[in-house]
């Protein structure tokens, strides 16, 4: 599992992302807290994290990079609202992390073909997968 200055970067990734249109609703900050959660850091220091930035860094692993990249793929879809600058922010995100172009853009695509927009991780995996072939 990532270190704890790992997980706060990840968060912090998830907050900047989230505040992309300048607020933050409900829904976004209860995705946090059920993340944070499932990493094992208490809700004061998430809590801190909005307050307090910290320096956010590309995950370690190619995998950790795409389990990221859904993370803000669900975040991004949490209030069914698909904004263009959050697009273009998630699409930067993938990049700035070294994710395929052509596999950003895809999973953008197909997203649109589920449920809440939420592509299931199984499908995610595949993507990426292919691009690596």
Known sequence: MNSYQEKLSILSELIAFARVDYKMKDDEYDFLLSVA???EVKKSSLDDLL???TEISVPRT???RIVQ???LLLMMNIDNE???KEIEKLHNIGLWMGLPPSAISQVLEVMHQYPNKAVPPKVLLGIFRAHYN
């Open 82 to 84: 698909q904004h263009k």
């Open 37 to 39: 959660n499932l990493m």
């Open 69 to 71: 990249f859904h993370r």
């Open 51 to 53: 307050k307090n930035k």
């Open 62 to 64: 190619q995998t950790d």
